[in-house]
């Protein structure tokens, strides 16, 4: 099945970024929101994206009319029914992922491949929810997703091989390197990276270092672009607790338990730079400080 037409369920931060990717890549796109003010402010997000490659002449404005042109927001699911590929990206519930792709699959024909961009949930219980497991995967982007280079392309034991095909080769249309993945909670990337992250906050907890000494240490010594802590920081450590949950749900080991330090300052609503405070203090953006514990 040669893929036109592409669905993306989702036009926040991850969302946009997949619809501008899909656009760009010369797909017809739809992107679906809950109401008209956020499918307005993805859009605006898509904008500046657009306009920033403009003034760095990486496209021209004829290009930037033609992906603008291609792409389309929505309200209405009913507008993704015709749709050859649709990628989810909702909230991190696995709840919600399940009503959502049991609406689409009574909406959508059989043909039409699922993709959720979940990051930490096992891409067969979302499945479950629909009658056509053998066509739903995993397409795990990083953010932002215009400039990350890397998809995780997950298969489940359902999913058809040429399905799968399909899907690695359509990641590679988007422009990204796809990887292979199976089905297992937080796949390639995550199930390396959160036990890191956590180990990290292990070590602040015991005193092996502080926060900038562990911060430089893995930026200056294994040449990491930031430390663990500030990348917490960036990713979220509401975010990060709840995916360390979700996969020490899964394997039960104590590399994914979360540290007490990390859910109490979660509980604190120090969620990191979103939040103003996490292991740095952000009053001033442009000059973080270190918090003291």
């Known amino acids: 099945m040669a893929i036109q037409k592409v669905g993306v369920v989702g036009c926040g931060l991850m969302g946009s970024g997949i619809a501008q990717v899909a656009a760009q890549a010369g797909f017809t796109t739809v992107t679906r929101e809950v109401s008209p003010e956020i499918v307005e402010k993805g859009l605006k997000s898509i904008d500046k994206n657009l306009a920033r490659l403009v003034e760095k002449g990486t496209i021209s404005e004829a290009q930037k009319s033609e992906v603008r042109g291609r792409l389309k927001g929505t309200t209405a699911l009913e507008d993704l029914k015709d749709c050859d590929v649709i990628v989810e990206a909702i909230i991190e519930q696995l709840p919600a992922k399940r009503e959502l792709f049991a609406a689409l699959d009574a909406l959508c024909p059989?043909?039409?491949?699922?993709?959720?961009?979940?990051?930490?949930?096992?891409?067969?219980?979302?499945?479950?929810?629909?009658?056509?497991?053998?066509?739903?995967?995993?397409?795990?982007?990083?953010?932002?997703?215009?400039?990350?280079?890397?998809?995780?392309?997950?298969?489940?034991?359902?999913?058809?091989?040429?399905?799968?095909?399909?899907?690695?080769?359509?990641?590679?249309?988007?422009?990204?390197?796809?990887?292979?993945?199976?089905?297992?909670?937080?796949?390639?990337?995550?199930?390396?990276?959160?036990?890191?992250?956590?180990?990290?906050?292990?070590?602040l907890e015991e005193g092996v270092g502080s926060i900038e000494d562990i911060d430089n240490s893995m930026k200056l010594g294994c040449g990491h672009p930031m430390g663990p802590l500030t990348l917490l920081d960036f990713v979220g450590l509401d975010t990060t607790y709840y995916i360390a949950n979700i996969m020490f749900e899964e394997f039960r080991e104590r590399r994914f338990a979360s540290p007490p330090l990390l859910k109490r300052m979660v509980l604190a609503g120090w969620t990191g730079r979103k939040g103003g405070r996490g292991f740095y203090d952000y009053s001033d953006p442009q000059k973080p400080r270190a918090m003291k514990f």
């Open 110 to 203: 059989s043909s039409t491949i699922f993709a959720s961009n979940t990051s930490s949930l096992t891409i067969t219980e979302i499945a479950t929810a629909t009658k056509r497991p053998q066509r739903f995967v995993g397409l795990h982007f990083f953010n932002p997703v215009p400039v990350m280079k890397l998809v995780e392309v997950v298969r489940t034991i359902a999913t058809d091989p040429a399905v799968y095909e399909e899907m690695v080769a359509f990641g590679a249309k988007l422009g990204k390197t796809p990887v292979r993945a199976h089905d297992s909670a937080g796949f390639i990337v995550n199930r390396l990276l959160v036990p890191y992250l956590l180990d990290a906050i292990r070590a």
